[in-house]
């Protein structure tokens, strides 16, 4: 299909546009408003048809994505981005207004119904229509029923109608909304309160990413927005807020790919009094209880960009739990650790030709880019790394037993990290140092407000944060963040 928002003139499309256009005077000149008003439903069709009984008097909306013409006997479908029920329309059943009305509607328009239900010699669901009011004449014709909105750039930049034409996208997202929903109830019947903090800040702080920047004018000063809540949140731990979480956006302005978009959805718990493995224990909670509510099952198919079968992801508990240093060198040898930085950065380029090097990269980066290689991107049921390097997570606690590492997980599946977990160092001292030597020298990127607040003391805490975008991407075999992404951002059309 072209893409909607242009018509050629004299196109078959222009055509059917110019007799949708005919029909809307016609419907003006009957005294009938094309674009409705107030309609008062008692359900919708999803719900109908999940709970039918026949008898019912009974008012719903939707729109007409069928219609079966049977001279004065008309079935339809009615549907929205939920479900779809079946109507039947009898000449005699109605007055002739709403007859002639009728006939002057379209695939794609809007309206409300009422009337009773009942089920046909086929054993369908319906509702006897005794009632009709027109929400939306819809005055562009809808993609083609058959074969739906094909084209993925356009399904993108024209989600209203991917919505309309793909029920697989339709239903994708409500699954994203309920997994929204399902995540907020989950954590405030364990006691968390949800916050928000800010988008615009002075200081681009808890990750180490690239910022939007932008200036407000009124104060003179440049501001970021938000590349994660992370120190606010921890404010709130000192100030007392001992359970707490935040379900918002996050903007980094770097790449966009398969797994990233520049504006995304995180959410952020903390907990006073945890750790790196009592947060494990609540994430795996929370997604084996998202799987069995929204999806029915620990058994999540997922499937590649032409919609087959790629592999089935398990998530019956309990979930592996492994050092970082244990699996890089099951990847790499089990002397990897013993060998010099020069003998490493030889044996990924002479054996290891997954693996892309820079000649700027650190010896720590050299392995860290061995294990996203070989073990991230390879790892298709869920496992929590353990025990990462200090140098790559300045926010997290030390391990009392090695310094070299902090107390961590990254929660690994679906070849991709799908949520880190911290023992949240509290300590401003330590903290002050591996800001600024995350900093490399410009004071200006630490967040020394952040320092004075811990100074204050903050309770030890565990701490998370989870990719709401790659989790609904799980949970519903998508292979891109774009299929899960209602506008996913685009580069702008020349």
Not at 6 to 13: A, C
Not at 54 to 71: A, H
Not at 420 to 445: C, F, I, M, V, W
């Amino acid at each position: 299909m072209p893409d909607a928002a242009h018509f050629t003139p004299n196109s078959p499309e222009a055509d059917l546009i110019a007799v949708r256009r005919e029909k809307l005077a016609r419907i003006r000149a009957m005294g009938v408003d094309p674009f409705g008003g107030r309609f008062d439903c008692s359900t919708n069709p999803a719900d109908l048809k999940a709970s039918f009984e026949e008898g019912r008097q009974v008012s719903l909306l939707g729109r007409l994505v069928s219609i079966r013409d049977m001279g004065k006997s008309q079935f339809f479908t009615l549907a929205d981005v939920r479900g779809a029920i079946q109507g039947f329309l009898s000449k005699r059943d109605v007055p002739e207004e709403t007859w002639q009305l009728w006939k002057l509607l379209d695939r794609g328009d809007w309206v409300g119904i009422s009337g009773e239900t009942f089920t046909t010699k086929k054993g369908e669901p319906t509702v006897r229509v005794r009632g009709l009011k027109l929400l939306s004449k819809s005055l562009r014709p809808l993609p083609d029923k058959w074969h739906g909105l094909a084209d993925h750039e356009l399904q993108y930049r024209r989600r209203h109608l991917d919505l309309i034409a793909n029920a697989e996208s339709a239903e994708r997202f409500v699954k994203r909304s309920l997994i929204v929903a399902e995540t907020r109830r989950f954590l405030q019947e364990r006691g968390f309160l949800e916050v928000e903090t800010p988008m615009l800040q002075d200081v681009a702080g808890g990750a180490a990413a690239r910022p939007f920047e932008t200036y407000h004018n009124s104060l003179s000063m440049p501001l970021t927005l938000r590349i994660a809540p992370e120190l606010f949140l921890k404010r709130l731990l000192t100030g007392g807020f001992t359970k707490v979480f935040e379900l918002n956006r996050n903007f980094r302005n770097e790449g966009i790919d398969r797994r990233h978009n520049p504006e995304f959805t995180v959410l952020e718990v903390y907990e006073a009094g945890g750790d790196f493995e009592t947060m494990a224990d609540m994430v795996e909670e929370l997604i084996c209880t998202l799987a069995r509510k929204i999806c029915g099952g620990l058994q999540i198919e997922q499937k590649d960009d032409d919609g087959n079968p790629r592999y089935t992801i398990d998530l019956s508990r309990p979930w592996r739990r492994a050092r970082y240093e244990d699996l890089v060198k099951e990847a790499a040898g089990e002397d990897w650790f013993s060998l010099s930085p020069e003998e490493r950065r030889r044996r990924v380029e002479t054996g290891m030709p997954e693996v892309q090097l820079s000649a700027d990269m650190k010896d720590t980066d050299v392995t860290q880019q061995v294990y996203e290689t070989l073990v991230e991107k390879k790892t298709v049921n869920p496992c929590f790394v353990t025990h990462v390097a200090k140098d790559l997570v300045p926010l997290a606690k030390r391990n009392p037993e090695n310094p070299d590492v902090v107390d961590v997980f990254e929660l690994v599946m679906n070849c991709q990290e799908i949520c880190p977990g911290y023992s949240e160092l509290n300590d401003p001292d330590e903290q002050r140092d591996r800001l600024e030597h995350q900093a490399a020298g410009e004071t200006q990127k630490v967040d020394y407000d952040f320092i004075e607040t811990l100074e204050s003391g903050m309770p030890s805490a565990g701490g998370i944060g989870i990719g709401i975008d790659r989790l609904v991407m799980l949970l519903t075999g998508a292979n891109s963040i774009r299929d899960v992404i209602l506008f996913p951002q685009l580069k702008r059309r020349s």
